[in-house]
């Protein structure tokens, strides 16, 4: 996973907190409008260079996305409150409509990501978010697609079978991302460098899909060259 950091809550979900403040009733996830949510993901996706959260899946529009809930909407106590705190929102894939490009693997019941987390109870000690600032060390991708995490990471296990990291399909695709990017490296330079770019956005603020997964294969190869 690649960290993500937050920015402050986008204004049009600010002004709908403000304008439904003396209602509490109304304060509920479930009664955001389009012209909020919208807002809501737009910011989000900038936030994460246009990947989904969890799954680093490229995410091309906010129709390709929807807001995930880190501690789920179900989990208890319930609190509107939680469910509409925007440190609490994540942008995942999917989203209501099958995206354009070669990504057959597009579905509305994903058998991983935030779709397969669904409203599992998630705490410190079995969850790994994303916001947090170690979270880009606490998981170790291989060059054949694999995840896995070191042995004594309890939390960063249990993420990886809460949103089922290592289903066949994205250990697919993370394979088939990592053999594209390896296969005309030349140098250990010229791998560090390209490991380093991995994690940079580009002038549209997107980053490499899969960006960490090839940053640690690029870094791995300019090893085994030096």
Not at 116 to 123: H, I, R, S, T, Y
Request: hydrophobic residues 35%; contains cysteine.
């Amino acid at each position: 996973m690649k960290n993500i950091v937050k920015g402050v809550q986008p204004e049009e979900l600010r002004r709908w907190k403000e304008v439904n403040s003396n209602v509490p009733e109304n304060l509920a996830f479930g009664n955001l409008q389009a012209d909020v949510k919208v807002p809501v993901r737009e910011q989000m996706l900038n936030e994460q260079g246009f990947l989904c959260a969890y799954t680093m899946i490229r995410i091309a529009t906010v129709e390709e996305c929807h807001i995930e809930h880190i501690i789920p909407q179900r989990q208890e106590p319930r609190s509107n409150q939680r469910d509409l705190d925007y440190e609490n929102m994540l942008a995942c894939f999917p989203g209501e409509h099958k995206p354009d490009g070669p990504q057959q693997y597009w579905s509305r019941k994903q058998p991983y990501g935030a779709i397969f987390k669904d409203g599992k109870e998630v705490n410190d000690y079995n969850f790994v978010s994303p916001l947090q600032h170690d979270v880009e060390k606490r998981f170790i991708y291989d060059d054949f697609g694999g995840v896995s995490a070191m042995l004594e990471d309890e939390a960063a296990w249990s993420t990886i079978r809460i949103l089922k990291l290592d289903h066949s399909i994205l250990n697919d695709l993370r394979k088939a991302a990592v053999n594209e990017v390896l296969q005309d490296v030349s140098s250990a330079e010229q791998a560090r460098e390209r490991a380093m770019l991995m994690m940079m956005c580009d002038w549209e603020g997107r980053l490499p899909e899969f960006c960490l997964v090839l940053s640690q294969s690029l870094n791995r190869l300019a090893e085994k060259m030096n």
